[in-house]
């Protein structure tokens, strides 16, 4: 039997600028759509020209006129996100909405960035650090709101403070839920920052449950060469609507993190299904490990030393 769509509204957003990271295929092209739809100008940051072409295509196709355009982005490069900075101040236009969407997850190996991180950590966390600092002022100007996407896993794990590289040992699934807890740390320390120091920006956080999208597909970039059996099951599942999500519904928890008008500072959203694998979005308790206000500061430390990128202090 066919499922019933979940969906929620988006509001209004003409004259809005918005940043989407991963919006070039999967969850992340799904939202950059739904944020078009609505009327925001969205800028796609993506590491392949051709599939973020290909993705203007699609969305424009469902919305005619939509305001889309490409910006070059590799997260995993600390000096492709500092170019990015560099290009969007020199544009000088305030960003109303950043979405900390793209990741990667669990290459088969691990593999290290062109600036020695292991790439989860680096794309998932320290590349979208850097990003916030090098846009921080963009964003103040736009009273911007800023949403991370997590994972349904970053409600346990922790940081691996030992061996925050994983060269002494590697498990990628720990690897991965470091790097969302990391995220989601920095993302709830933005928001105390903001609001003590007065940078006028709101922060909150995201997960999309689970569902069938392209996180765990084939990926030859990281070395995956075919479907895991973990997303061929979740299409199984997701097909015959059981526990989890789709594809499209997968996205409805930063969507509404991110636009929804009662959607609060410093809040996780995610979906309210059993075991938060799918169905509708909505506020939920917030994940043990982004709970502890000390690992929120040592991640925030940590990350100014690794990327060389520094935020105001007053």
Not at 34 to 51: D, F, I, Q, T
Request: cysteine-free.
């Amino acid at each position: 039997m066919p499922r019933t769509p979940i969906d929620i509204a988006v509001p209004d957003l003409s004259g809005k600028r918005v940043l989407v990271t991963g919006a070039s295929d999967g969850m992340g092209l799904r939202i950059a759509g739904r944020l078009a739809a609505a009327g925001a100008e969205v800028v796609m940051p993506v590491r392949n020209p051709a599939k973020g072409e290909a993705a203007i295509r699609r969305i424009n196709q469902a919305s005619p006129g939509a305001n889309i355009s490409l910006r070059a982005l590799d997260l995993a490069s600390l000096a492709s996100v500092e170019a990015l900075g560099d290009t969007l101040r020199d544009e000088g236009r305030p960003i109303h909405l950043l979405i900390n969407n793209a990741g990667v997850m669990r290459p088969p190996q691990r593999l290290s960035t062109v600036d020695g991180f292991e790439v989860q950590l680096a794309t998932n966390h320290l590349g979208h650090f850097a990003l916030v600092a090098h846009l921080l002022p963009l964003l103040s100007a736009g009273r911007a709101r800023v949403t991370s996407q997590l994972s349904v896993a970053s409600a346990s794990g922790s940081i691996n403070w030992a061996d925050l590289n994983w060269e002494r040992s590697y498990s990628g699934m720990r690897a991965y839920i470091q790097s969302k807890i990391a995220l989601g740390l920095f993302g709830l320390e933005l928001e105390r920052r903001s609001s003590a120091r007065g940078w006028g920006i709101t922060s909150n956080v995201a997960h999309p449950g689970i569902a069938p999208t392209s996180l765990m597909a084939a990926r030859p970039e990281i070395g995956r060469s075919e479907d895991t059996p973990n997303i061929r099951l979740t299409r199984a599942l997701s097909t015959r609507g059981i526990l989890v999500g789709t594809a499209d519904s997968a996205g409805l928890p930063a969507l509404m993190a991110a636009t929804g008008p009662g959607a609060k500072p410093g809040a996780l959203y995610g979906p309210s299904g059993p075991g938060t694998l799918g169905g509708p979005p909505a506020e939920q308790r917030m994940h043990r490990p982004l709970r502890s206000l000390t690992e929120a500061a040592r991640v925030w430390q940590v990350s100014e030393e690794l990327t060389k990128t520094s935020f105001p202090t007053a």
